[in-house]
């Protein structure tokens, strides 16, 4: 460990910043993880896109597919790869507590910078906030590595910015990706925004949360390497503009990677956002490959609604 359970807050709030993405996980055709892959991906993401930390193993990588051995190799596989060169916060999300102890100490015990673990979903609970801060402490007495908080709609509830703040103050809460409408996270940054990083996986909102709320961090989705390639790198430089208070001249380079998002957002059918996010990457040069089971692949008609989107969106790749 880089870092004490009781200095993880500190330590976070130094090194846990810029951009970071959600990886795509690999997968070959006949369903077995492409480790290969997912390594050449990284080397880009980190050494030609400078993302500055990686989000494993989360529901864009498919852990809800993935065998328990597999997502502790999708860990280790990681910090090989990144090895100093970019932070990894490890997605140890999962319905079954004791699966999600066993992840975040591999998680510590691997040498990854940071767990993350969406809220629980509750079955037959209707008041479940001391349930759920019951949930993070537990999860934070058993490891030292820092905690991100994750709330979204997939857990049947949002977690209030008051519960948000009341977890924030255990010893290794370090963050939380805040899947939520905008006054939500507004709030909360107002009330712990000085303590741990708050965060939303909106790229379109990144540059005003640096702005007005003074961010530091992008806690992350998949358009870092979807937006960008080796020769294109226009989230980059309006981040950069934004943190160095060049708003003006951020807005104007955000703006201009509007045909891009609108390309993506047009040609992405219903219901498959990783297989239309992994033909993306293999459109700009990286590892794509297919999803799993239940997930589904995109047919040769999205294909080509995809590639013709994109060949237009004026996103240089060469």
């Given at each position: 460990?880089?870092?004490?359970?009781?200095?993880?807050?500190?330590?976070?709030?130094?090194?846990?910043?810029?951009?970071?993405?959600?990886?795509?996980?690999?997968?070959?055709?006949?369903?077995?993880?492409?480790?290969?892959?997912?390594?050449?991906?990284?080397?880009?993401?980190?050494?030609?896109?400078?993302?500055?930390?990686?989000?494993?193993?989360?529901?864009?990588?498919?852990?809800?597919?993935?065998?328990?051995?597999?997502?502790?190799?999708?860990?280790?596989?990681?910090?090989?790869?990144?090895?100093?060169?970019?932070?990894?916060?490890?997605?140890?999300?999962?319905?079954?507590?004791?699966?999600?102890?066993?992840?975040?100490?591999?998680?510590?015990?691997?040498?990854?910078?940071?767990?993350?673990?969406?809220?629980?979903?509750?079955?037959?609970?209707?008041?479940?906030?001391?349930?759920?801060?019951?949930?993070?402490?537990?999860?934070?007495?058993?490891?030292?590595?820092?905690?991100?908080?994750?709330?979204?709609?997939?857990?049947?509830?949002?977690?209030?910015?008051?519960?948000?703040?009341?977890?924030?103050?255990?010893?290794?809460?370090?963050?939380?990706?805040?899947?939520?409408?905008?006054?939500?996270?507004?709030?909360?940054?107002?009330?712990?925004?000085?303590?741990?990083?708050?965060?939303?996986?909106?790229?379109?909102?990144?540059?005003?949360?640096?702005?007005?709320?003074?961010?530091?961090?992008?806690?992350?989705?998949?358009?870092?390497?979807?937006?960008?390639?080796?020769?294109?790198?226009?989230?980059?430089?309006?981040?950069?503009?934004?943190?160095?208070?060049?708003?003006?001249?951020?807005?104007?380079?955000?703006?201009?990677?509007?045909?891009?998002?609108?390309?993506?957002?047009?040609?992405?059918?219903?219901?498959?956002?990783q297989a239309h996010g992994k033909y993306w990457q293999e459109l700009l040069g990286q590892v794509g490959g297919s999803v799993r089971a239940p997930l589904l692949q995109l047919t040769d008609a999205e294909k080509a609604t995809t590639r013709e989107a994109f060949e237009s969106c004026g996103l240089r790749v060469k």
């Open positions: 460990m880089k870092y004490s359970r009781l200095d993880a807050k500190d330590y976070a709030r130094e090194h846990m910043r810029g951009i970071w993405a959600a990886a795509l996980n690999p997968f070959k055709d006949d369903g077995a993880f492409d480790e290969v892959g997912l390594r050449e991906n990284i080397r880009h993401w980190v050494d030609d896109l400078d993302i500055k930390g990686l989000f494993i193993a989360g529901k864009q990588g498919e852990f809800f597919s993935m065998s328990l051995e597999e997502r502790k190799r999708n860990f280790e596989i990681a910090v090989d790869e990144c090895d100093g060169r970019a932070g990894t916060i490890m997605s140890a999300s999962d319905q079954n507590f004791d699966t999600v102890l066993e992840l975040a100490r591999h998680a510590q015990d691997c040498g990854a910078d940071y767990i993350v673990v969406h809220a629980p979903m509750l079955h037959f609970v209707t008041d479940q906030d001391e349930t759920v801060y019951n949930y993070y402490k537990a999860i934070g007495d058993e490891v030292d590595i820092g905690i991100a908080m994750w709330s979204h709609p997939d857990s049947g509830y949002l977690m209030s910015p008051e519960l948000c703040a009341r977890i924030a103050d255990l010893p290794n809460i370090v963050a939380i990706k805040y899947s939520v409408p905008r006054e939500m996270y507004v709030s909360l940054t107002h009330m712990v925004g000085d303590k741990i990083h708050v965060s939303t996986a909106s790229e379109v909102e990144w540059l005003d949360n640096i702005e007005e709320l003074d961010w530091k961090l992008y806690l992350c989705s998949s358009p870092p390497y979807q937006l960008q390639s080796t020769v294109d790198q226009r989230m980059n430089e309006y981040t950069r503009l934004a943190f160095a208070g060049d708003f003006a001249a951020a807005r104007r380079v955000r703006d201009s990677l509007d045909p891009v998002r609108e390309a993506i957002k047009r040609s992405k059918p219903g219901g498959k956002p």
